[in-house]
């Protein structure tokens, strides 16, 4: 500055600049950004969470819909008897009409003729859903997790910095951006067809596997890529050989790292329809996965899923009172399962990065 | 004046002679010998044509301005440039106690059990005080209990950190102070025994407390181990060293008795470098 | 690289320069007052001596300055070692000169001994090998430094020869004796002088090569042999 001020100004009074002015606009525009997205979030998860907690949820002891989480889809009959309106599960439905049937025989009166409206899916529960669910993301994460860290280590430990290395990342970067139908297209060619596996656990397991793969290795990588090398130069120095130098003083350190992107992995396997539609899905079952002869079979049946339920019961039933609780209800559900999970691994992971810090 | 600081053949008898050649036969003998050694990364030539005898049991300092090859060097000693992709022995030759390093026959994992080694950043493992003393030896499968804490405590005492850590051993050795840090690296290195202590600019992140520690503390390692270090400090190189080699690019210029090296250099360059009017 | 505090050492240097000129003109001066018996001569060299004793302490001062700030090494740690070194011979050639002055103004008042012949040599051979020294600092010669080494012996010899010369007077003529002892102790003066050139002779080489040629034996059989 060179032209002097007078004692008493102060020289660093605000003035009304351009910058100034703009500065002012622009954060309030990324605020605006933020709460519009937070607003659209926030209502997505209040809707869900209000219709679905009407199904989930009830008033009397024990608070929960057990029947809900414990119970297969059945299909709901909705019918008036005797003056009343009457709803009732299928199998529910079958015996009414079966003692009904009994009753007017033994009576001998012709069997009432019981007009029902019928809607697919909309009684029972969604056990089988959740157990498939948990069967797919549990057998898909371990095909993962043990290729993808194997592959990332690879990458990143020992591959020399090739063209062919580069090409490897570039196509599994590529990977990453596949749609998903593709990777379910590509399953169904691949596992059900080609090694005639049908729709089953194992189909579904590696094509949603090949889905997440990418994102595991890529973030594998980055998380080992994070491990100061001045662990892996300590190491060296002391004798130790390549692979006592990562299985001691590398992944330990990158697990966090890791877990952190399974469990993107986690809520992208367990959210993902496409992939498992031709692959492993079943519209309904009418048997648990363990229910098998022999326990090899388990593997090569399909399973009924959560993601695909919500498809199912969204998508291909009518719309109204009576079908809209299964679809919330099984929405929430999914969230929450979801959201379960990926808590479970924040604090594995927070545990984790907690012991081994630097 | 020592048989082995040859490098430059001085122009007449230098008077002063470095202290300690009176110690044991072994001491002050040729350890490691340099011969024509040209090293490259990639097709960049790294190293040109290096003789260079470094005694056993003394502190050989390795000095020169940044990219002039010491690390280079200092990390060839160890084969830690075998980790870089593309790096080689293009000419010459290593022989430490006459056996070529880059040999056929020799193992870099065998070899740096013999050639410890202490980097710029300390990088205390993020384990326990008392695993990163044992590291060493657990990954060679030592498991005797016994035998891991005497090695703990022999090796804090030899780096004079026993008497600050003893109470805390099993504490993260991250919790340690910067200097402290470093002392535990030296530790660690020590454990395994090896011959020689390679040091990377071991001071350079220190504060000048810690730094006196570690001179110290190379000052009594030298009784037991041959040290070279790598230093951008001139004092240290001229403290903590009995001979000096001086590095620029890619080439020794001199080597000789440190006092030589800082009191009449015989060249210019040197004579420029270390009195901070190099460039 | 020139470095900011590089024309610390330059005045460091111009210092010791111009002490060593004023050294040898004090020297130069005394005898001249000697000889000539020009006491006002005398009095000059005794009163400028001052000015020597003011360089030594700004080179001493100067180069303890310079070591604990600058951290010399090498060439630079060297001449400042020397220039302390060196400036403490040259206080103490001064000293001598003036010594020599104040004797010269007392023998004014009496009538010569004898002609002055052997005193004007060697002070004039301390005075070359003062100048020889000085003139090493200036180009680094070791040779002509070794030289000036050598030359000692010249002067010893004069001195020897002289203090026996005097010690007949003074046996032989007792009146003699407050003169002859003068002369002596101007001859040991001269001779001193000659020593401090060569002091500043073998810094001179110390400081160009590092290397402590003091008390070598083969030098001095050599100057015998010279």
């Known amino acids: 500055m060179s032209s002097p001020l007078p004692d008493s100004a102060n020289p660093f009074a605000p003035r009304p600049t351009p910058a100034r002015r703009l500065e002012g606009a622009v954060s309030w525009i990324f605020r605006i950004a933020t709460y519009f997205v937070l607003a659209c979030g926030l209502s997505i998860f209040a809707t869900i969470f209000w219709k679905g907690s009407a199904t989930v949820f009830r008033a009397e002891f024990p608070f929960v819909n057990t029947a809900f989480f414990t119970q297969a889809p059945e299909t709901l009959y909705v019918f008036e008897w005797q003056g009343e309106k009457r709803e009732m599960g299928d199998k529910e439905f079958r015996v009414f009409r079966e003692a009904e049937a009994a009753k007017a025989a033994a009576e001998g009166r012709p069997a009432p003729v019981i007009r029902a409206d019928s809607y697919a899916h909309s009684a029972g529960g969604i056990f089988p859903n959740v157990v498939g669910t948990v069967l797919l993301v549990v057998g898909s994460m371990t095909i993962a997790l043990t290729l993808g860290v194997c592959a990332a280590i690879y990458l990143s430990e020992y591959a020399r910095d090739t063209a062919a290395v580069r090409l490897i990342r570039l196509a599994i970067l590529n990977l990453a951006g596949v749609p998903s139908i593709v990777f379910g297209l590509f399953g169904f060619g691949m596992f059900v067809i080609f090694f005639d596996w049908n729709v089953s656990l194992l189909a579904g397991w590696f094509t949603l596997a090949f889905m997440v793969l990418p994102v595991i290795i890529t973030a594998s990588e980055e998380s080992l890529k994070a491990v100061p090398k001045g662990f892996r130069e300590g190491s060296l120095a002391l004798g130790a050989t390549k692979w006592q130098t990562i299985r001691k003083n590398v992944l330990p350190y990158a697990l966090p790292g890791i877990l952190t992107s399974s469990i993107l992995g986690i809520a992208r396997v367990a959210g993902e329809t496409a992939p498992i539609m031709f692959t492993a899905a079943f519209v309904i079952s009418d048997r648990l996965p363990w229910q098998v002869e022999k326990f090899s079979d388990m593997f090569f049946q399909g399973v009924m899923a959560l993601p695909y339920h919500i498809y199912v019961v969204s998508s291909k039933i009518p719309q109204n009172e009576y079908t809209e609780r299964m679809q919330y209800g099984t929405a929430f559900v999914f969230l929450f399962t979801v959201g379960l999970i990926a808590l479970t691994s924040i604090l594995l992971r927070n545990k984790l990065r907690g012991r081994y810090k630097w | 004046m020592d048989s082995t600081a040859t490098a430059s053949v001085p122009r007449s008898r230098p008077l002063a002679t470095p202290p300690a050649s009176s110690a044991g036969a072994e001491r002050g003998a040729t350890l490691i010998d340099i011969k024509d050694l040209d090293f490259y ?78 980097f710029q950043k300390s990088n205390p493992f993020p384990k326990s005080i008392y695993e990163n003393i044992t590291y060493g030896l657990r990954i060679q499968g030592v498991k005797n209990k016994t035998r891991l804490d005497e090695v703990v405590e022999k090796s804090l005492r030899g780096a004079a950190l026993w008497d600050e850590v003893k109470d805390r051993l099993h504490e993260s050795g991250l919790g340690l102070s910067g200097g402290q840090q470093q002392r535990l690296c030296i530790a660690r290195t020590i454990a395994v025994e090896p011959e020689v202590i390679l040091m990377d600019e071991p001071c350079s992140a220190l504060d000048p407390i810690a730094t006196a520690k570690v001179e110290e503390l190379i000052h009594e390692l030298k009784k037991q181990f041959t040290i070279i270090i790598v230093t951008h400090s001139m004092q240290q190189a001229a403290r903590c ?14 080597f000789d008795a440190t006092h030589n090296i800082f009191m009449n250099p015989k060249n210019p360059q040197t004579e420029a470098y270390v009195s901070g009017r190099f460039g | 690289m020139k470095r900011f505090f590089d024309a610390e050492l330059e005045t460091f240097r111009s210092d010791l320069l111009r002490m060593g000129e004023v050294a040898v003109r004090q020297v130069r001066d005394a005898l001249q007052a000697l000889v000539t018996g020009d006491i006002k001569l005398a009095e000059q060299v005794i009163a400028a001596d001052d000015e020597l004793d003011e360089l030594e302490k700004r080179i001493d001062t100067e180069a303890i300055r310079y070591m604990n700030l600058r951290s010399p090494i090498a060439t630079e740690l060297r001449l400042v070692i020397v220039g302390m070194k060196a400036s403490h011979d040259l206080e103490r050639v001064g000293d001598e000169a003036t010594s020599i002055a104040k004797r010269a103004i007392r023998l004014a008042a009496e009538p010569p001994l004898k002609p002055y012949v052997d005193i004007p040599r060697m002070t004039n051979t301390a005075i070359e090998m003062l100048c020889a020294a000085l003139d090493c600092f200036i180009h680094a010669d070791n040779e002509k430094a070794i030289a000036v080494v050598k030359r000692d012996k010249e002067v010893d010899a004069i001195n020897k020869q002289l203090y026996r010369e005097l010690s007949s007077y003074m046996v032989e003529q007792p009146g003699t004796i407050t003169r002859a002892l003068e002369l002596m102790f101007i001859s040991k003066s001269v001779e001193r002088i000659a020593d401090h050139a060569t002091n500043i002779a073998e810094e001179m080489v110390f400081l160009s090569d590092a290397q402590d040629i003091r008390h070598d034996e083969a030098l001095k059989k050599a100057g015998k042999a010279g």
């Open chain 2, 41 to 118: 990364y990639g097709a960049k030539q790294a190293l040109f044509d290096i003789n260079l005898q470094i005694p056993d049991k003394r502190v050989t300092a390795f000095i020169g301005p940044s990219g002039c090859g010491k690390s280079t060097l200092l990390r060839c000693l160890n084969r830690m440039n075998d980790l870089i992709d593309g790096t080689s022995v293009k000419r010459g030759a290593i022989k430490i106690r006459n056996v070529d390093i880059y040999g056929r026959d020799v193992d870099p994992i065998e070899l740096r059990k013999r050639v410890g080694m202490v």
């Open chain 2, 241 to 254: 060293s009995d001979q000096t080699a001086f590095f620029y690019m890619g080439k020794l210029i001199e």
